[in-house]
């Protein structure tokens, strides 16, 4: 690899850890182990080509195109923590896994099977991790932290909704969302 590819990479692993939070090589990686699949099988899941998932793994291609790859993404993040604490058994989670393949994105607020807790009621990080993806589908990090910044002296309340939903952590995002609800 030459250095022009080298500090393509490098700059399409920054722009994938602005919109993303992290370069999505480690993103992948870490659903491949927590989840037990190969990268043939999370190409399949998350609904892209073999080719192109090692693109966006090596930083060959920085940006996923389609907003439903990224709401897949979301899920499978969700699902490999249920695994992790225990929520969520192998079965269940292969189970799972063939739900969020089928799922085609749709509206981001839908309410879906995944995305409901046992009472029918979408879970509030369910929500804030839609919000999230929409805001992040629209523009990078740094792109809203710029708006946010542009809009608090006129709207401060927007400006902090900017910079929590679209650049912070979602722990940040659902106490923000619970202390605002009724």
Same mark, same amino acid.
Request: charged share 20%; no cysteine.
């Given at each position: 690899?030459?250095?022009?590819?080298? +500090? $393509? @990479?490098? *700059?399409?692993? !920054?722009?994938?850890?602005?919109?993303? %939070?992290?370069? =999505?090589?480690?993103?992948?990686?870490?659903?491949?182990?927590?989840?037990?699949?190969?990268?043939?099988?999370?190409?399949?899941?998350?609904?892209?080509?073999?080719?192109?998932?090692?693109?966006?793994?090596?930083?060959?291609?920085?940006?996923?195109?389609?907003?439903?790859?990224?709401?897949?993404?979301?899920?499978?993040?969700?699902?490999?923590?249920?695994?992790?604490?225990?929520?969520?058994?192998?079965? +269940? $989670? @292969?189970? *799972?896994?063939? !739900?969020?393949?089928?799922?085609?994105? %749709?509206?981001? =607020?839908?309410?879906?099977?995944?995305?409901?807790?046992?009472?029918?009621?979408?879970?509030?990080?369910?929500?804030?991790?839609?919000?999230?993806?929409?805001?992040?589908?629209?523009?990078?990090?740094?792109?809203?932290?710029?708006?946010?910044?542009?809009?608090?002296?006129?709207?401060?309340?927007?400006?902090?909704?900017?910079?929590?939903?679209?650049?912070?952590?979602?722990?940040?995002?659902?106490?923000?969302?619970?202390?605002?609800?009724?």
């Amino acid at each position: 690899m030459d250095a022009a590819q080298q +500090e $393509a @990479t490098a *700059r399409a692993r !920054e722009l994938q850890r602005n919109w993303y %939070g992290e370069p =999505l090589g480690a993103l992948f990686r870490k659903l491949i182990d927590d989840l037990g699949l190969n990268q043939a099988r999370l190409a399949g899941v998350l609904g892209l080509s073999a080719p192109m998932l090692s693109q966006l793994m090596s930083g060959q291609r920085a940006k996923i195109g389609n907003p439903a790859v990224v709401q897949r993404v979301q899920l499978l993040q969700d699902l490999a923590g249920q695994v992790a604490d225990g929520s969520v058994s192998a079965a +269940e $989670a @292969t189970e *799972r896994m063939d !739900e969020i393949k089928k799922s085609q994105g %749709g509206s981001v =607020l839908s309410n879906t099977t995944q995305s409901t807790n046992s009472s029918g009621a979408p879970t509030v990080k369910r929500v804030v991790r839609e919000i999230q993806s929409l805001l992040r589908s629209v523009a990078a990090a740094g792109d809203i932290i710029e708006a946010a910044d542009t809009l608090a002296p006129t709207h401060p309340e927007l400006a902090e909704f900017l910079r929590v939903y679209g650049a912070g952590r979602t722990s940040d995002a659902v106490a923000h969302y619970q202390s605002h609800q009724s």
